[in-house]
Nanobody, 120 residues
């Protein structure tokens, strides 16, 4: 089970940190990531992180977002800086033991989502 927190309303240029708590999985052997979906748009993989800590970011957030994980606490984080209007979306924490499955939109486990709204 994945539970996200940390979403909210922020002005353009502001920052938010999303957190995801994982339970029921052998967290250290799973890969994790964050997807987002805005109204009327396709779901997008924002960032992912492997068991070894390798990361991938979408071009739209590269240099502004940072994904990290804490294997002891079973937590995944998404630090979002310099937020833009187009970052407004529901953000979902995901995990899977198969990295390819996670990268292609088919991870086994999804959180319930947390709303991020960037508005002036």
């Amino acid at each position: 089970q994945l539970v996200e927190s940390g979403g909210g309303l922020v002005q353009p240029g502001g920052s938010l940190r999303l957190s995801c708590s994982a339970s029921g999985s052998i967290f250290s052997i799973y890969t994790q990531g964050w997807y987002r979906q805005a109204p009327g748009k396709q779901r997008e993989l924002v960032a992912s992180i492997t068991r070894g800590g390798d990361t991938i970011y979408s071009d739209s957030v590269k240099g502004r977002f940072t994904i990290s994980r804490d294997n002891v606490k079973k937590m995944v984080y998404l630090q979002m800086n310099n937020l833009k209007l187009e970052d407004t979306a529901v953000y979902y924490c995901v995990e899977d033991s198969d990295y390819a499955r996670l990268l292609t939109g088919r991870p086994d486990n999804w959180g319930q989502g947390t709303q991020v709204t960037v508005s002036s």
